[in-house]
């Protein structure tokens, strides 16, 4: 049997919410590169996460896309209550997300995340608009820094 260090048995999620399809293909590239160095991952709209599968999630990456400033505020309060009821303190986290003009969600996830004690990687991951074939690399690289990030934590 494989130890947890060569990423068998190790779990992340890529949560995000996309209001025109952007942040869902950001959301499914990272997710690509984390299976890609051998941990389990999915990606999923934060409709459809059950609280379980946060908690037993090593790592989780939040993403949305920016609204007037602002993360949408049905993510916001996924964050402080879902998220937040599961006590994920000490996991890895990541944020990212598209936008058009700003791109603050991103840097708000991070705050919020950091703020109940998970480990979030630097820097944040904005892409303005659709992403390109070289954003959907910058996403895999990301997904490729979360796995080794918890293939190093679970030593």
């Known amino acids: 049997m ?3 260090k060569d ?3 190790l779990k992340a999620l890529v949560v995000y919410l996309s209001t ?3 942040t869902k293909a950001m959301a499914e590239a990272i997710a690509n590169g984390i299976t890609a160095k051998n941990v389990d991952a999915k990606a999923i709209s934060f409709y459809d996460v059950k609280p379980e599968e946060l908690q037993e999630a090593e790592a989780i990456a939040i993403g949305s ?4 400033n602002k993360m ?8 402080n209550e879902t998220l937040a009821a599961t006590n994920p303190k000490g996991k890895i986290g990541a ?3 598209s936008y058009g003009w700003s791109g603050e969600a991103p840097i708000m996830i991070a705050e ?4 109940m004690g998970i480990v979030v990687l630097d820097p944040v991951l904005r892409i303005m608009h ?11 690289r990301l997904g490729f820094d979360i796995a080794e990030k918890l293939k190093h934590k679970s030593k």
């Open 7 to 9: 990423g068998i048995g």
């Open 72 to 79: 949408l505020p049905p993510m916001e309060k996924f964050i």
């Open 130 to 140: 659709t992403p390109t074939e070289k954003d959907i690399l910058e996403c895999k």
């Open 95 to 97: 944020a990212f997300g």
């Open 20 to 22: 025109s399809g952007n």
């Open 65 to 68: 896309s920016t609204f007037f």
């Open 2 to 4: 494989k130890s947890r």
């Open 112 to 115: 919020k995340m950091r703020d």
